[in-house]
């Protein structure tokens, strides 16, 4: 392992230490009337974690504050080494924030790109 490898493991693990907040996962039925048992883990959730977008629905900076609209949006990042468990969430489950009063939220996607964190994009359920 190099020496970028385990000191971005690392910086990652010193911020889980301090931003992580528990959530529940709820699998979502898989098609056999049986969905999969909860799980909990530890997470950094991101609330409003894009910018304000313009009425074309770009995020330009020269647009006049006039034409913007929030776009809030919620990631969910998680250390798979940490949390293996975490790679079996897909498209439909749904995440309650314990840390925050069981606010709920349902996975659209997972987003691609990412090194050493496994970044779901959320929904209000």
């Known amino acids: 392992m190099g020496i970028f490898t385990r000191v971005a493991d690392r910086a990652a693990a010193l911020v ?3 931003m992580a907040e528990a959530v529940r996962i709820y699998r979502a039925d898989d098609g056999t009337g049986n969905p999969a048992a909860s799980f909990d883990i530890k997470g950094g959730l ?3 974690a894009d910018a304000a977008l313009s009425l074309a629905g770009s995020a330009d900076v020269g647009q006049a504050w006039a034409s913007r609209l929030p776009s809030e949006s919620v990631e969910l990042d998680v250390d798979p080494v940490a949390w293996p468990a975490i790679l079996a969430v897909r498209a439909g489950d749904t995440i309650v924030a314990l840390d925050r009063g069981n606010a709920t939220y349902q996975v659209l996607r ?4 990412e090194r050493n964190r496994i970044v779901f994009i959320l929904s209000e359920a």
């Open 16 to 18: 889980d230490k301090v």
């Open 46 to 48: 991101v609330v409003g």
């Open 110 to 113: 997972r987003k691609t790109g």
